[in-house]
């Protein structure tokens, strides 16, 4: 471990620490000076945190903020600051109050007019993005997936015309369930990544059409394991030569329920478009 050294800064801060989303090595040397000066590090797991610490030498105290108890222990923390200790803040991994504990205590922060200082670093919606090949000029980060299958339904219709990369994370008990409701909403075309174990010695960034996505995951029980993102194009205007998506993706729900046949007939009324090239479509898109 260093010798302690003085902050940047005299006065009472709160300083939001990023820490690795799996490879160790990808942790700053200012993410090491601060967690070693501070006088506190609020942690979302100080057991997780501890063999962190542990590992880089550093023998600062922690205190335990999580979801459960941080807005009961934020104002603790606070009259800590302005008592004159400084903090870091720390998720389990990542960037905190990125779908982490945080918000509340930052929050109390700034009204109590304390400084808060953010230190970059590793972020796995930033990681997946930078290596989807997806459009990264506009993307949104819409945090975990619903837990059941109609609230996930209803986020996929809600982002199905959104022309900007939305970016979810995703367990990897429910994966399946989540790219078959995908699958559903969105289409067979619709180009989805999944970014899986990322910086990690298994990390895989697979970007396939939805269809073929689904099929290559259900294929492989190793890509159903471990900590996930799922990275989703945004909507694409077609051309005039192109069968609208919505189109593809409402005979994609018919066609569960009645021949294809008919199902391309209904969309193709729905739609006022010509039956053929929906069922062409079909033939070539749809088992």
Known sequence: MTDKKTLPTEVPTLYIVP????NLGDITQRALDTLNNVDL???????HTG???SHFGI???????????????????????L????????????????S??????????????????????????????SASGLPSDRFSFEGFLPAKSKGRKDKFLEIAKVERTCIFYESPHRILDSLH?????????????????????????????????????????????????LLIHGYRAVSDDSLPEEATRTLTILNKELPLKKAAALAAEIYNLKKNPLYKWGLEHLD
């Open 51 to 53: 063999k962190l610490l």
């Open 59 to 81: 023998s600062t105290k922690t205190f335990a903020l999580h979801d459960h108890n941080e807005q009961q222990k934020a104002q603790v923390l606070v009259e800590k600051l």
């Open 181 to 229: 409701d995908m699958l559903e909403i969105l289409g067979p075309e619709r180009e989805v990544v999944l970014a899986r174990e990322l910086t990690k010695t298994f990390e895989t960034i697979q970007g396939l059409p939805l269809a073929k996505l689904v099929d290559w995951v259900k294929s492989d029980e190793n890509q159903q394991r471990g900590e996930m993102a």
């Open 100 to 129: 982490d504990p945080g918000y509340h205590l930052v929050t109390k922060c700034r009204q109590a007019g304390v400084k808060v200082v953010p230190l970059p670093g590793a972020c796995a919606v930033v990681t997946a993005l």
């Open 83 to 98: 008592a004159g200790y400084s903090i870091a803040l720390v998720s389990d991994a990542g960037t905190p109050l990125i």
């Open 19 to 22: 820490t690795p989303i799996g």
């Open 41 to 47: 590090i609020a942690a979302e797991d100080t057991r």
